[in-house]
């Protein structure tokens, strides 16, 4: 059987990066140098360089060293947000992450892939929107187009491929609501 797909015609004249090109790379040599060995408890200027980058970041957000940001600039982080080791914006498009979530090590959030009907491969991107007091745990992935309700707990591994409810733990591959997050009262 002979192959449709023809990767020589693909096509992302459409997708604009936001940034020219020297401008990108500036990001990526930063991003690969002072931020990624600055000191462990540098928070403050880590928030500054993404900043400095177009990234919307909120007061007391602690983003660790080797946090990795495609395009900061598609990045909006609230208050008092935790940013683990190794998180992973691939922020082709818009990432939202509300204030008063963690974010755990080794999270990939994606928002790109390809058509896979489009003999070419097309380019899609959607955006990611984690709300308000989510937890992701670590190693999870999330998918392009993905909403994380409000106090959402994501268990660890999880691969979440669609919306997950306001106030749940959902967990698996693929990640589903497993059951109500209750929060005591202090």
Sequence with gaps: MQSKIDLSKYDQSWYSRGRPNWYILFWWFIQGTIFRYSIHNMYGFRRFILRLFGAKVGRNVLIRPDAKFYYPWNVEIGDNSWIGDNVYFYSLDKIIVGSNCVVSQNTYLNTGAHDIADPH????????????????????????????????VIGAM????????????????????LKLREIRDK
């Design 158 to 177: 999880s691969n979440v491929t669609k919306d997950m409810p306001d106030n749940m733990v959902c967990v698996g591959n693929p990640c589903k609501p």
């Design 121 to 152: 491969f097309g380019l899609i991107t959607k955006p990611i929107v984690i709300k308000d007091g989510a937890w992701i745990c670590a190693n999870t992935f999330i998918n392009l187009g993905v909403t994380i309700g409000y106090n959402t």
